[in-house]
């Protein structure tokens, strides 16, 4: 062994069993890092809350315009159904008022149908509630549709002057409460119990 190599030796085995201790400047680095880290954390978890709210605005946008237009079409399909019983009312000349006993007679006549086809709720998807009123004191007679939805409708004012009674779902809070019913003057003197209308007819 030539003079000096072992002190050599011991000197890289103490030099490798030792690790460099870090300087101000990687220390430095060190901390840079971890911030820039933590900020594109943090970055990534602002970004996510901000598009999920994004998304749940989205989504309750196209909800309120998906509902407004089945609101739209409920007015429209029950308004079929109230002029449907016109017709029915008014079908034959000369003869007083009358008032089918279900949506099933609107078709029942095999020369014309009042109504062009059965609609469905557009809110339920289901069929349309009948409204019954006794007439005469004691037949029962269709007079009306509604649906049967109690979900609180978008729409609270403004509705269409025309029809007129489209202004009584002002503020209503179910759409149950939609009530299209057809009333004419004919109708409510039919909805007086039979005494009620023989003193009117005596007195006109």
């Not at 978890?45 to 089945?70: C, F, H, P």
Request: net charge positive.
């Amino acid at each position: 062994m030539m003079p000096g190599e072992h002190g050599m030796n011991t000197q890289g085995a103490e030099g490798k069993g030792q690790r460099r201790k870090p300087t101000p400047r990687t220390m430095r680095y060190a901390l840079c890092a971890m911030r820039r880290s933590g900020f594109t954390y943090i970055a990534l978890l602002t970004a996510i809350v901000i598009i999920g709210i994004s998304l749940a605005a989205a989504g309750k946008y196209w909800s309120n315009i998906l509902q407004r237009e089945k609101e739209e079409e409920l007015l429209f399909r029950g308004n079929q159904y109230v002029l449907a019983l016109e017709r029915y009312s008014k079908a034959i000349p000369g003869l007083q008022s009358r008032a089918p006993s279900s949506i099933d007679d609107l078709f029942s006549d095999s020369s014309k149908h009042y109504l062009r086809r059965k609609y469905k709720d557009p809110i339920t998807g289901e069929d349309f509630v009948e409204i019954f009123t006794i007439i005469g004191g004691q037949t029962k007679k269709l007079t009306g549709v509604k649906s049967s939805s109690d979900k609180e409708p978008l729409k609270q004012s403004n509705f269409p002057a025309d029809p007129q009674y489209f202004k009584d779902f002002e503020g209503k809070k179910k759409y149950s409460d939609w009530q299209f019913v057809y009333q004419s003057q004919q109708a409510q003197q039919l909805l007086l119990p039979k005494s009620q209308q023989q003193q009117q007819e005596q007195t006109h």
